[in-house]
């Protein structure tokens, strides 16, 4: 089910806006067998260490982040992206603001 308009040309980085001392986050796509959202996270937000039953796709828009999968780092920049495997341990800290896409695939 969209809750973006279909068959439109996006500006991903542009359908969400940072929020001071904040992570904002905005459905695009959700389905049975996953979704697709956007985030916006201010500098020094983040989002703690947790699983998902999801296998997932982080593909950084702008900014700068750190994710880290099973205690590994992982410095991203804009243009950037890293999958992360489902149920494996997963952090994510915006090193500056940062937006992304993340997209989750039910595995």
């Known amino acids: 089910m969209p809750t973006t308009p279909m068959a439109q040309i ?3 980085a ?7 001392g904040a992570i904002v986050s905005r459905l695009i ?3 049975e067998s996953g979704n697709v959202t956007l985030f916006a996270f201010d500098a020094g937000q983040e989002l703690s260490e947790h699983t998902a039953p999801f296998d997932a796709l982080v593909h950084v828009l702008d900014g700068e982040a750190e994710i880290r999968i099973s205690g590994q780092p992982f ?3 804009s243009g950037e992206a890293i999958l992360m495997p489902a149920d494996k ?4 800290k915006a090193v500056k603001k940062f937006k992304m896409l993340l997209t989750m695939i039910r595995v």
């Open 10 to 12: 996006l500006s991903l």
């Open 14 to 20: 542009d359908l969400i806006a940072y929020q001071e």
């Open 29 to 31: 796509l959700k389905a």
């Open 75 to 77: 410095q991203l920049k």
């Open 89 to 92: 341990p997963h952090a994510v």
